[in-house]
């Protein structure tokens, strides 16, 4: 049987610690400045968001127990306020600052591309939309519309959302959206939410249709861009149809 002062210890031993209690080389500011930010792990990233934990859990704890809920950053990044906020702990104030940090580092990747970027590798076209379409759990279709000269003219043109079919991206919409743009040639684009890039045999369908209007239409289709997650086994994570020789394209 334990004595009295043996159960003092085990609850003082399992007692949530402060961050200032904790060893200077676990606290978050500490090891950002011994080791620079590249060099933390994304809780202490995330705690320093953060700033503050919450009674009986110091705020280590609580971005360990946010990752460990939603298993990645970018399941966490997909997640909406209302979900963070699902998770015990997090209250709206912190599910806003975690949100509007996931926002400002998608929107820091778009500005990095640049205004009117040359798109001429499929590499390049996967970089304008990878951030878009990281945080998406359904699938999207863009366009890239590109001038003579290859380069981008203004945003990426969302054409439909859902599962791609035939009858979802329909070549009227999607070509006049090209007239409107007085676009030379385009690229397509569209994203897996399963992280898996493979394209269905309905989406080598859909870009056979496409290729097709666009010859009748005297604009060019360049390549379709299927863009997932890249996984351990996968050198990218996205997937050229012109590059895999699934589709000619002309």
């Known amino acids: 049987m334990p004595n009295k002062d043996d159960k003092l210890h085990y609850s003082v031993r399992h007692e949530s610690l402060r961050v200032c209690d904790l060893p200077a080389q676990l606290r ?41 809920a939603f298993g990645s950053l970018t399941a966490l990044a997909k997640a909406s306020v209302k979900e963070i906020r699902s998770i015990n702990s997090i209250g709206p104030v912190k599910a806003q600052m975690i ?84 676009c030379a040639s385009m690229i397509l684009a569209h994203n897996h939410p399963s992280g898996d890039p493979t394209p269905s045999s309905e989406d080598i369908k859909v870009t056979k249709q496409l290729i097709g209007a666009g010859e009748l239409m005297g604009i060019k289709v360049l390549d379709h861009i299927v863009i997932g997650h890249r996984r351990h086994h996968n050198s990218t994570d996205f997937l050229s149809l012109r590059e895999s020789g699934l589709v000619r394209f002309n």
């Open 99 to 182: 949100k509007a940090a996931m926002e400002l580092a998608q929107r820091l990747t778009r500005e990095s591309v640049g205004e009117s970027p040359k798109v001429v590798t499929p590499e390049q076209a996967a970089a304008v939309l990878r951030e878009r379409a990281r945080v998406l759990q359904k699938e999207v279709f863009w366009a890239l519309m590109l001038d003579a000269k290859c380069r981008l003219i203004g945003e990426p043109q969302k054409i439909s959302e859902g599962t791609l079919t035939g009858s979802l991206v329909h070549p009227r919409e999607l070509f006049k959206k090209a007239l409107e743009q007085s």
């Open 28 to 68: 978050p500011r500490e090891e950002f400045e011994r080791v620079g930010a590249e060099n933390v792990s994304d809780a202490v990233l995330l705690a320093l968001i953060l700033r503050t934990g919450t009674k009986g859990m110091n705020v280590v704890e609580v971005s360990q127990r946010l990752l460990s």
